[in-house]
């Protein structure tokens, strides 16, 4: 509450909120992806593996790490826990 005694929202909730978003598109983007190559790729071997495992277990699992690495290095923001804001020092 602020000083008039109103609602005053924590800024943060809107930065954890745009990354809930993100995170959320992320996860279901690589669950689609890993269930298209699952069920839609033929039987052929490569590597003597089949062609599905090869792009959903290997392929797909290391391409998203890269991903997730980017996302929390560059786009998602250290967001501090702290109970009150306005006493934190940001860096």
Same mark, same amino acid.
């Given at each position: 509450?602020? !000083?008039?005694? !109103?609602? *005053?929202?924590?800024?943060?909730? !809107?930065?954890?909120?745009?990354?809930?978003? $993100?995170?959320?598109?992320?996860?279901?983007?690589?669950?689609?992806? /890993?269930?298209? *190559?699952?069920?839609?790729?033929?039987?052929?071997?490569? #590597?003597?593996? =089949? #062609?599905?495992?090869?792009? *959903?277990? &290997?392929? #797909? =699992? &290391? /391409?998203? $790490?890269? &991903? *997730?690495?980017?996302?929390?290095?560059?786009?998602?923001?250290?967001?501090?826990?702290?109970?009150?804001?306005?006493? /934190?020092?940001?860096?």
């Amino acid at each position: 509450m602020d !000083k008039d005694g !109103k609602f *005053a929202e924590d800024p943060r909730f !809107k930065t954890c909120f745009r990354e809930m978003l $993100i995170s959320f598109g992320f996860f279901t983007v690589f669950f689609v992806l /890993v269930m298209a *190559a699952t069920y839609g790729l033929g039987r052929q071997l490569v #590597l003597g593996l =089949p #062609l599905w495992f090869l792009v *959903a277990g &290997v392929l #797909l =699992p &290391v /391409v998203f $790490i890269g &991903v *997730a690495y980017y996302l929390t290095e560059y786009v998602f923001e250290d967001t501090p826990l702290d109970p009150y804001l306005d006493e /934190v020092e940001v860096r």
